[in-house]
């Protein structure tokens, strides 16, 4: 769930860029502090995976998470981007970006499915 509210979190961040509700060193202070939060949880992600006591199930899913994780960074780095330089390629990149780590955490939850 905190992967979902994260993904929840940098959209509206960007939302809110755009539509000018937020300036750049507000959003640039979010983008800071949800990349912060995502590091605590992936170090312990990562301490599941590499533990040898760690059932088979439970890392494959601990890498499941690991990569929303990933994509969430890249999608916080690509708002980044926006944020430092506000252009038609760094914005379509963060979408693009946006929309990939949705659809890992989508799959993750099983959102959407029936």
């Known amino acids: 769930m905190a992967l979902y509210n994260t993904q929840v ?12 509700v ?9 983008t800071k502090e949800q990349s912060a939060m995502l590091e605590v949880v992936n170090s312990y992600v990562r301490e ?3 533990s040898p006591s760690t059932l088979e199930a439970d890392r494959a899913a601990s ?3 690991a ?4 994509k969430l960074n890249e999608t916080i780095n690509a708002l ?3 944020i430092q330089n506000p ?6 990149n963060f979408q693009v970006k946006r929309k990939a780590s949705y659809a890992a955490i989508a799959e993750l939850l099983g959102i959407g499915k029936k």
């Open 80 to 82: 980044d981007a926006y």
């Open 87 to 92: 252009t038609d390629i760094n914005a379509n």
């Open 22 to 30: 937020y300036s750049f060193e507000v959003a640039s202070r979010i």
């Open 67 to 70: 990569t929303c994780i990933d």
């Open 9 to 20: 979190v940098i959209g509206l961040t960007a939302d809110s860029v755009a539509k000018k």
């Open 63 to 65: 890498k499941a998470i």
């Open 48 to 50: 599941i995976i590499q």
